[in-house]
């Protein structure tokens, strides 16, 4: 088993800035990366690193590209979601996802609101 948790989420004015930070409770194979639900809306992609090799590949949403970027700290076990030029529209439930030897693990997730 593998425990995920998330810290970082906030308030947040359009166009500002927030680092989220997801440390997991063992080291992660493969992919770690982040999810968002907005309220009436189904999960979608924010954006995942997968390593194999040792090679990352980064996968982004198009919705973020260019905004957020994700980075992993394998020493520690950690992901981040470094975000800028924030928009209402990115205001969600923002989830840490993580996929070792086949098994997915979730975050409780992080709330991010973005308003003046």
């Known amino acids: 088993q593998v425990q995920l948790v998330e810290s970082g989420g906030g308030l947040v004015q359009p166009g500002g800035s927030l680092r989220l930070a997801c440390a997991a409770s063992?080291?992660?194979?493969?992919?770690m990366g982040w999810y968002r639900q907005a309220p009436g809306k189904q999960r979608e992609l924010v954006g995942t690193?997968?390593?194999?090799?040792?090679?990352?590949?980064?996968n982004y949403a198009d919705s973020v590209k260019g905004r957020f970027t994700i980075s992993r700290d394998y020493r520690k076990n950690t992901v981040y979601l470094e975000m800028n030029s924030l928009k209402p529209e990115d205001t969600a439930v923002y989830y840490c996802?993580?996929?070792?030897?086949?098994?997915?693990?979730w975050g409780p997730g992080t709330q991010v609101t973005v308003s003046s």
């Open positions: 063992r080291s992660i194979l493969n992919t």
């Open positions: 996802y993580a996929e070792t030897y086949g098994s997915e693990y």
């Open positions: 690193k997968t390593t194999s090799g040792s090679t990352d590949y980064a």
